[in-house]
């Protein structure tokens, strides 16, 4: 079998776009290997190959142990691996980005670096989450506020709707199970999300610390594009799940949650609102993430010159460059 130092990595050509992944992939209680470029589970019933290159996410519930070699082809692939736990635990998570290119990463970075221009990217989220609203002149706070409210009114709403008692949002970090079913459900939803927005905010090759709306966590980008999707799938999903049974209630979500992502093509436009924030003042914003792998020197006035080559002026000369 060829070793890992021996495969040649894969270029942005050779990967499946992020809005034609599958969403996530859960697994528990199995041993997940390689075998060529798909990941293996391994457990009591048998071996089932998935192609590495196909997975958004991969969730390793309970149970489940990964080799160095299944790691090194998810990262290769640009999957994101989430370590996941039946109370509701979830942290880690690695992948390489599908895109050799940094103009997604440099414009958000110009974006965030400029207190007005972030500002305007929050607002711009605002608008994407509840587009009946015109966020323009709203301040942080204001924006926070009316954000709250409509979270509110959108928990009111769907346990109307499905006849779910709401007493509110409750959750406590690492016990899963102190919640109600429906606040169970609403946090089986969001990690789920969380891992999802994960996938793509890195396959971009974007940061995932750079918040317009959170901030000071390495995830704040993540958490960000997660909410977007909110009110609109998680919520209503959740209390969906927990009319329905108040049993198994974290599989069920998944299942269902997955269903309708598919349903949706969810991550597609998940793609497409991350470049539309991060370059609303560009025409191709459509083609950010293409198969460029292009490494440049930085100069005056904006000028990129090739790397790989010594620019130091030749003996008399006013100017030149010359190859190392």
């Not at 016990?175 to 789920?192: E, K, L, M, R």
């Not at 969380?194 to 793509?200: P, Q, T, W």
């Not at 799940?241 to 093509?265: F, K, N, Q, V, W």
């Not at 793609?271 to 490494?295: E, M």
């Amino acid at each position: 079998m060829t070793t890992i130092s021996q495969r040649t990595a894969l270029s942005p050509r050779h990967l499946t776009r992020a809005g034609e992944r599958l969403s996530f992939v859960y697994l528990e209680r199995c041993l997940v290997h390689r075998d060529a470029n798909a990941i293996t589970a391994q457990d009591a019933d048998g071996t089932t190959h998935i192609p590495s290159a196909t997975i958004g996410t991969l969730l390793l519930g309970p149970g489940t142990r990964v080799t160095h070699q299944a790691m090194s082809v998810l990262a290769d692939s640009g999957a994101a691996v989430c370590w996941v736990g039946e109370q509701g635990v979830r942290y880690y998570a690695s992948g390489r980005a599908l895109t050799r290119s940094a103009a997604l990463a440099e414009a958000q970075a110009l974006q965030w670096a400029n207190t007005r221009s972030r500002l305007a990217v929050a607002r711009a989220m605002y608008q994407l989450r509840f587009p009946d609203e015109d966020p323009s002149g709203l301040t942080r706070k204001e924006l926070l506020g009316r954000e709250g409210r409509r979270v509110k009114d959108c928990y009111r709403t769907q346990s109307s709707r499905t006849g779910v008692p709401w007493h509110g949002r409750h959750y406590t970090p690492g016990d899963f199970s102190s919640g109600d079913p429906v606040n169970q459900a609403i946090t089986a939803a969001a990690q789920c999300m969380y891992g999802i927005a994960h996938a793509v905010v890195t396959s971009l090759g974007c940061s995932p610390a750079l918040g317009f709306v959170h901030s000071g966590h390495e995830l704040s980008f993540v958490l960000d594009i997660a909410d977007l999707y909110k009110t609109e799938l998680g919520i209503p999903l959740a209390f969906d799940i927990a009319a329905e049974d108040e049993e198994d209630i974290g599989p069920r979500l998944r299942r269902a949650l997955r269903d309708r992502i598919h349903e949706t093509s969810l991550l597609d436009r998940c793609v497409t609102d991350i470049k539309r924030l991060v370059l609303p003042r560009t025409n191709n914003w459509h083609t950010a993430d293409g198969d460029d792998d292009t490494v440049t020197v930085q100069s005056d006035d904006g000028l990129h010159l090739s790397a790989g080559r010594n620019h130091s002026p030749e003996p008399g000369t006013a100017g030149g460059a010359m190859t190392w």
